[in-house]
């Protein structure tokens, strides 16, 4: 009878364990180190993305890990990076909540945010609300970031190159970055490779220059050697230096290329801009010349207007 038992239980077993295992995976409370308790957790990318988010944004959920297991694959191919460790992504209830996460670290017009030590990709759910058009953009551009971080364990690089690679991989550069560029150039002096290795400003102007200048950098790096991503990556992964390897991968110092890049830019961007910038003056100046023009020629027809009736009386007077 006690072996009876026994066999019974092993088999009631075995079925709860089967039931459990063919049950689809649902979403579940997030119980995660700095993630906001009542979260729950969506895995994508076969384990690879973690996302974590209030239950009132699981649609954002749902979209935002198809478009990592979508986006991660050819990032991670162009950098040469074979496997993807684990990604966690905390989709923030809240700009407070958003806040927390990065604490008080990027700008308050930052839609989302990479931490490469940590491998959290943080999303600020208020500002995706306002500008939807900008969200994978966005996604991809801090991708960017954590597999370029995974691909060269950890070595330090300059900002300059991790954003422009970002905004080459995240296909973010408009004809509306061309002209916010061009006519912000004219206005201001242009950043330095050198001025862009750390932090950029805070201030929008000064951050879209420094923006437009690194991608512009990556662009020139890259565009007539597109292999050559993989090569660079190799070597800062090898030596742990940005500098010889990109030095190594080109054949060129940062510093020689930097001083090309800069008189290039210049010359094409800032005169272009400085007209720009002075178009308004010059419509204010044509439209108040019009203006005069206008009133003076209103001015002599009634003078003229005037005089024919003095000589229509005249006439009349002597005949």
Not at 39 to 65: C, D, H, W
């Amino acid at each position: 009878m006690a072996k009876r038992i026994g066999v019974v239980s092993v088999l009631l077993l075995v079925g709860i364990a089967f039931a459990a295992a063919s049950r689809p995976a649902v979403p579940r409370p997030a119980a995660a180190e700095n993630v906001p308790v009542g979260y729950q957790i969506l895995e994508a990318g076969n384990g690879s993305f973690i996302v974590f988010y209030p239950p009132q944004f699981a649609k954002m959920a749902r979209e935002t890990g198809a478009l990592l297991e979508e986006s991660s694959g050819g990032i991670a191919r162009e950098l040469g990076l074979e496997s993807i460790d684990g990604v966690k992504v905390i989709i923030a209830s809240d700009i407070r909540a958003f806040e927390r996460l990065h604490g008080g670290e990027i700008p308050e017009w930052g839609i989302a945010f990479a931490d490469v030590e940590n491998r959290v990709l943080g999303i600020n759910v208020d500002l995706v609300e306002r500008d939807p058009s900008r969200f994978s953009i966005v996604v991809r551009h801090e991708l960017s970031h954590l597999l370029l971080a995974q691909r060269v364990g950890g070595a330090s690089m300059p900002t300059w190159f991790v954003e422009g690679l970002a905004m080459m991989q995240a296909g973010e550069w408009t004809l509306s970055d061309e002209w916010r560029f061009m006519t912000t150039a004219g206005r201001r002096d242009l950043p330095y490779l050198e001025e862009l290795r750390g932090p950029f400003s805070r201030s929008a102007d000064r951050a879209a220059l420094s923006y437009g200048m690194s991608y512009f950098a990556v662009r020139k790096l890259l565009a007539d050697r597109p292999g050559s991503l993989m090569t660079l990556t190799a070597f800062i992964r090898d030596t742990g230096d940005f500098e010889s390897g990109f030095e190594s991968t080109f054949g060129q110092t940062v510093y020689d290329f930097a001083g090309r890049l800069y008189v290039d830019i210049d010359r094409r961007y800032k005169t272009a801009g400085a007209i720009l910038n002075a178009a308004p003056y010059w419509t204010g100046a044509a439209f108040l010349f019009v203006a005069v023009y206008l009133v003076k020629r209103a001015r002599n027809r009634r003078k003229l207007e005037r005089w024919e009736e003095e000589e229509a009386r005249e006439r009349r007077f002597w005949y």
